[in-house]
């Protein structure tokens, strides 16, 4: 699909997205369809989606070794190997999934490769693809700390690792001049550092060339509907108000499973939950299905031992051999006559007869 023609459908998409709790809660009052309903159904849809897709993962046969490597397999004691890059046993696998999935280790080595001139001369250069691993991995903790202090809407009371985490991320804060009859409120750094990574990666796919041409709406789609996301909470935070103690009182009733809509929570709030539950429910059948996946994935989670192991296929069925001194025995005649070298000549084969 052409990249102009998948930007506009992604955008088109997440704007629809928008304006549908916009007209559902603001023009038509559904506040029970989008505050109860809508997310029930995202929920359920996730839950089922990923242990549809897990399942699927899990019972995909695996016949061959095929992990990634990056270093020198093990083999004699004189020759130093990678324990952690190519990995002999369990304990490397298990680093090596420690550091993939904390520190996007392999993501960190990662090149792109660039086509230049220099002095009129082409030449292909590879280049570390730093600014992807740092904007990678500040979205991700972004994220789970952003989710993390969400904790103290659905919880009561809140865990003290909330409270303290909530001051940890919110140490800067903004001066007490009076904003709409209020201060302003602290400013979290995990939301900048959020909208900052979301927007490179954003940006990466659309300046890049490579990237253009590899991207299509389902790469668009999530990035901006994260950053559809992240600007509608911190429109409610530090522009638009909305009543916190209501909306705690919300999301605490629907995670006892007993709802209640109150008034007066304001038609942003809604707009931002029904972002939320379309990437929910988005989540299993898109490609943020990783989270899952690098787990199943055969290409991590196996050791390297086919030096030392004898791998043998599991589905392999009985087959039938016809030797070679079968072959002959079937068709030596024809071989001798035909002037084709046999192990066995027709003399040896009589002999053989008689004794038997």
Known sequence: MNFVLSLVVSSLAVLVVVLIPLIGVGALDLKGLFGIVIPYAALATFVVGIIVRVVGWGRSPVPYRIPT?????????????????????KGGVLLRMIFEILTFRSLFRNTRLEYRRVEGVPKINYEWEKWLWLAAILFHYSFLVIFLRHFRFFMAPVPGFVTILQSLDGFMQMGAAPFNGFGLPGVYLTDMLLMAAVTWLLLRRILYSQMRYLSLPADYFPLMLILSLGFSGMLMRYLFRVDIVKVKELVIGLFKFHPVVPDGIGVLFFIHLFILSVLIAYFPFSKLMHLGGIFLSP??????????????????YPVKFHTYAEYEDDFRE???????PVDKGLEETAEEGEKE
């Not at 093990?74 to 002999?88: A, M, V």
């Not at 290409?299 to 392999?316: A, D, F």
């Open 69 to 89: 490597t990056a270093g020198q397999m093990w083999s004699f004691p004189w020759i130093k190997n990678n324990p952690i890059d190519n990995p002999k046993g």
């Open 334 to 340: 024809a071989m001798v006559e035909a002037g084709i």
């Open 299 to 316: 290409t991590r989670n196996l050791s390297n031992n086919n030096r030392y192991v004898r791998h043998v296929n599991p589905w392999n």
